[in-house]
Each structure stands twice: as C-alpha cells, then as structure tokens.
C-alpha cells in the first residue's frame, strides 16, 4: 500500500514542464530582514553625542567599542550590551534583557537597567543602576553605584518587553569575585548625588526629541537606599497583592511614605506559593491564599521611627478596601522582611 502524499508529489513532478525548475521551499525565517550588526554599534568615536531612538534597537544585540570623550544614549531595549575599551564616556542603557558587560573601561558615568550586571578589568566607573541580579565586579576598582533614576514616556513598556520589573532592583548588593586584603573595590555613591550630574540630559536636537526627566519623583524605577545604613532600628513591610491597580498602588504608596519623611530600603516582585505564604505571614497566611495565585505579588520595606504606625494610616486612609499585608508593630515587623526577603532571595536565586 502506498503512500498518498509521495503519489502526489510524483503527480506534481509530471505534471510540471521539463524545463521548469521546482522552486526553493520559503520558511518563515527565510523571510525575516536581515540583521547588519553595524547598525548596532557604536565603534571608534571620539568626542562625539550618539544615541539610538525609541523603536530603533528593538531588542537586538548592541556594541559599544573603542569610544572616548563620547555622549551614547539607547533608548530603547536590547537584548544584551557589551562595552569594551571605553574611556571617559557618559552612557545611558534603556532596557536590557540580558547582560550588560563593561570590559577594560576607564572613567565613565553610567545609567541603565539590566537583568544581569558584570564589570571586568575596569577603572573608575560610577553607575546609577537598576540590576533584577547581584551585580559582578572582577578586577576592577573604583567602581561607585547608585540607584536607577530616569524617566521618558517609552521607557515603562520598554521594561516590559525586556522582562524585567522595575520593583526587582538589587542594586547595591554587590559581589565581588576578586576582593583585595584590606581594600574595597567597590562603594556606594553619596546619597544626595543628583544623577543630572553625572549623566545628562542630551543636548543634541534628533535625542532632544525623547521627553526625559531624571527628577527623582518621576523616575521609573523607585529610589531605594539598598544596603545603606538603616537610620531607624523600625522597618515596615507590605505587600501588595496582584490585580488591575498594583503598580499603580505600589507607586502612590511609596510617594506618600517617602513624603511623610520615612525610607524606602528595597523592592521586590515575586511569585508566591501557597507553603510560601504560610512561611511569611504566618497566622494571618489564610486572608492572603486566595489572593497568591492572581500573580506576582509586591513587597516594598520602608525604614524610620513610627514606620509601621505611619504605613498603617496611610494604608487605611488611601487604600481602604484593597487588601495588603502590613506589619502589625514594630516588634513583629523586623521578623516579617527578614521572612519575606530571604524567601524572595531564595525564589529568584540571589
């Protein structure tokens, strides 16, 4: 017995003329526009201000070499970014899917976002950063960090379709895999240091054109003080629980913390199990079940005295009827972040 689809394709070879040639076969990735990576590169410039726009790297890959005295802006999400034998430039990264590699780079100023962070064979870099993984130095020196801040109207979806999320942050929590005796390779930028200073606004009238503010209030990533010095022996947790208005929600608490004077020290977002809620929120774990399985949830720590009593105020007055976890005293409340932190630490392998 014989097989329908070999018959007709003899049927089809007859049936075509001798001197007609059977065409190729068309797959969809035939069919896709090719990639020039020099359209993604930035290469032997020297004094110059470059960018990229919004929609025009479209999470390719991008490469930055052999740059000096150089303004470089990327406005957009890529898939990963490598900086190689850069001096004294000033570079901003939209987001970043992937790595961010910095390689044998002196005196540069940096912001960008990324899901992972290395620095290799590096002098002097000082980097506002947004980072969802420990951030890697090796052999390098000098190397100063600071939070993520900057805003332009992209940038939101632009995190989206990089994967990452703007509460994920761990930028201050460095590694360090070749630690000098008696040395630290790495420190954190001066608290009140404006990021204005470091990496500005481009001038230039085709980058004029992205509508970017680096005030602090405005910035997409929230401002967090990360492994500085507590100023208060008060921490307060909440989490908020995954629905329509959670970012939203999550952004109008932190104003409003962060106006009535207290701290906000580390953000996270996260999926929770059900054995997951039990070990965070302990006797209160049954009001939170139904609500773990919606999706991620949010978890923000403000620092200060009378934290746990000013969030609970606020949480009552502006958010009454959404459901949140909020530490009850301040006795409890140190036992909650160190509950809910180190299981995040665990989940997401940091």
Not at 14 to 21: A, C, D, F, M
Not at 164 to 189: K, Y
Not at 192 to 207: C, G
Request: a negative charge; one cysteine or more.
């Amino acid at each position: 017995m014989g097989c329908f689809f070999s018959k007709r394709r003899k049927a089809d070879k007859e049936s075509r003329p001798e001197n007609e040639e059977e065409r190729p076969k068309q797959y969809s990735w035939d069919q896709r526009e090719k990639v020039d990576p020099k359209d993604y590169m930035f290469s032997g410039l020297k004094d110059e201000t470059v960018g990229r726009l919004p929609g025009t790297v479209a999470g390719q890959q991008f490469l930055i070499q052999d740059c000096e005295n150089c303004n470089i802006y990327i406005f957009d999400h890529s898939a990963t970014i490598t900086i190689d034998d850069c001096t004294n430039c000033i570079i901003f990264l939209g987001p970043v899917k992937g790595s961010v590699f910095f390689r044998n780079c002196r005196d540069c100023k940096c912001t960008l976002a990324c899901q992972q962070f290395r620095v290799r064979d590096c002098r002097k870099l000082e980097v506002f950063l947004c980072c969802a993984t420990q951030p890697i130095i090796e052999s390098s020196s000098n190397i100063k960090f600071g939070c993520f801040q900057w805003y332009y109207p992209e940038l939101a979806f632009q995190f989206k379709d990089a994967g990452l999320s703007i509460f994920n942050n761990t930028w201050s929590n460095i590694h360090d895999f070749t630690p000098v005796s008696g040395e630290l390779n790495w420190s954190l930028l001066p608290e009140e240091a404006v990021v204005q200073d470091y990496v500005p606004i481009p001038t230039t009238e085709e980058l004029k054109a992205v509508r970017v503010s680096t005030e602090a209030n405005r910035s997409i990533v929230p401002i967090s003080r990360g492994q500085r010095q507590k100023s208060s022996d008060e921490s307060c947790l909440v989490v908020l629980f995954a629905g329509d208005y959670t970012i939203a929600n999550a952004r109008k608490l932190i104003d409003e913390m962060v106006g009535k004077g207290f701290f906000l020290v580390q953000t996270k977002e996260v999926s929770m199990k059900a054995e997951d809620a039990q070990r965070v929120f302990r006797e209160k774990a049954p009001d939170f079940l139904p609500l773990v399985n919606k999706g991620p949830v949010i978890a923000l720590e403000f620092n200060g005295d009378g934290a746990v009593e000013g969030c609970q105020l606020i949480v009552n007055e502006i958010f009454n009827g959404t459901k949140m976890f909020v530490s009850e005293s301040k006795e409890t409340a140190s036992g909650d972040v160190d509950s809910f932190y180190n299981f995040a630490d665990i989940q997401m392998g940091i």
